[in-house]
C-alpha cells in the first residue's frame, strides 16, 4: 500500500491528524472531529472562530513553537501540533523529566 500524496499526516497532542494537501492546521483539526482545542485562563473552550487570521482563537503550538494561528498555517507532513501551552511529549528523551526530577 502506497501513501496518497494527496494527504497529509501530522499529530495533535500525540493523536494523529490528516488532511487534503494545502488544508490549514484547523481544517486537520476540525476533520479529526475537534471543535476546540485550547483553554483561556478562564476556562473557555477555544477553536475556530474568524478563520481569517484576526481573532487569534485558534493559537496551537506547532513544532514546539507556540502562538500560531492554526487557521493560518497549512498542515504539513510530520507536524507536531499541541495545545497552545501544552507540550507532545511523544518524542521527548526523558531529558526534561530528568531534569525536572532533580
Ligand atoms: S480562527 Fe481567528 S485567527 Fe484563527
Do not use: K, Y
Request: proline share 2%; net charge negative.
Amino acid at each position: 500500500m502506497s501513501a496518497n500524496p494527496n494527504r497529509v499526516h501530522a499529530t495533535f497532542e500525540g493523536e494523529a491528524i490528516e488532511a487534503a494537501a494545502g488544508a490549514s492546521v484547523a481544517a486537520a483539526l476540525l476533520a479529526s472531529d475537534r471543535i476546540a482545542w485550547r483553554t483561556t485562563r478562564d476556562g473557555a473552550q477555544r477553536g475556530l472562530f474568524c478563520g481569517i487570521g484576526v481573532c487569534f482563537d485558534c493559537l496551537v503550538e506547532i513544532d514546539g513553537e507556540s502562538g500560531q494561528r492554526a487557521c493560518m498555517i497549512p498542515l504539513q507532513e510530520g507536524m507536531r501540533v499541541c495545545d497552545n501551552g501544552t507540550r507532545d511529549t511523544t518524542a521527548d528523551t526523558g531529558a526534561d523529566a530528568e531534569e525536572a526530577a532533580q
